[in-house]
């Protein structure tokens, strides 16, 4: 997700447009702030359309926030209107002032280095929760360096699979195309635990062939995104199949999953299989049975 830097500047002219929608005759009697981004804007709200802050919500209250994305802070405080400066294009608000798929950076958000502490302070309060100390030595840069980890794990989000995926003609070739055991590691959606395997991929090509690098490109491409295994063989079968347009393609993906192994039932020998079979895979049970064999 592209970042956008909000200026105080950008700031002072989000408050006066909110406002500008709000009214001063608005009928509100009182504005609350959800903390931390809310209170900076109600603050400044509460200038423009002379309401007084609260620090409880009551009859009458306008809750205000910085950005409604999920929609689940502001769902806590469901029977208030909501005033924000940004919303997610898929959600619904009262009174806001632009929509943005963008990860929107305040600028109380970042520090005199000019760096982004938005995720950092959340990471901070997630270890605090923990119940550990942040300011112990090992941990004081734990909330950076897990930022930066975090944007590797996810780079999928910003690759495109069209910019890897460079085909040549076929030279003639019209046998199955192995290529296994192509490491992977990705994170699952339901726990943000890891999991972690190996794709392998065959292919009878028609037309075209797909240079050998390619295959694990496009792996990292759709493995570093919050995933589920089944998803991520899908993808990967799918997008074989579009941009190559083989006679046939099969994946077959087995992942070791933590979410299973270090918590819940905690079953260490446990690993899962999944397969997707297109075209001539699909139809032809020897081409599948080779297949299947040659990854063993």
């Known amino acids: 997700m592209n970042k956008t830097y909000i200026s105080w500047g950008d700031f002072d002219f989000y408050i006066k447009e909110l406002g500008k929608k709000i009214g001063v005759n608005s009928g509100y009697t009182s504005l609350y702030g959800i903390p931390r981004g809310g209170i900076f804007v109600a603050q400044a709200l509460s200038q423009v359309i002379n309401l007084p802050l609260i620090t409880e919500p009551k009859e009458g209250t306008l ?75 090992g941990l004081l840069e734990t909330p950076r360096r897990f930022e930066k980890a975090w944007n590797f794990w996810t780079k999928g989000y910003k690759e495109d699979p069209k910019n890897v995926m460079k085909v040549f003609d076929n030279p003639g070739v019209d046998q199955l195309i192995v290529i296994p055991k192509i490491d992977f590691y990705s994170m699952c959606e339901h726990h943000l635990a890891p999991f972690y395997g190996q794709i392998h991929i065959g292919y009878i090509p028609d037309k075209k062939v797909l240079g050998l690098s390619k295959f694990a490109r496009l792996t990292e491409i759709f493995a570093r995104r919050l995933q589920i295994q089944e998803r991520l063989t899908q993808q990967v079968a799918e997008n074989i199949n579009q941009f190559l347009k083989p006679q046939g393609v099969g994946v077959v993906v087995r992942g070791v999953h933590l979410c299973m192994r270090s918590r819940g039932i905690e079953k260490q020998n446990s690993e899962m299989v999944t397969s997707v079979m297109l075209g001539f895979f699909r139809e032809k049970q020897s081409l599948r049975a080779e297949f299947l064999e040659l990854i063993k």
């Open 63 to 137: 809750i205000v926030d910085d950005i409604m994305d999920s929609g689940r802070t502001l769902a806590k405080y469901d029977g208030w209107d909501h005033a924000v400066l940004h919303i997610r294009p898929e959600r619904k608000v009262k009174y806001f002032v632009k929509e943005t798929n963008e990860w929107v950076v305040y600028p109380w958000e970042i520090n005199e280095q000019h760096e982004d502490e938005g995720i950092q302070d959340n990471v901070t309060r997630l270890i605090e929760y923990a119940g550990e100390d942040i300011t112990r030595e």
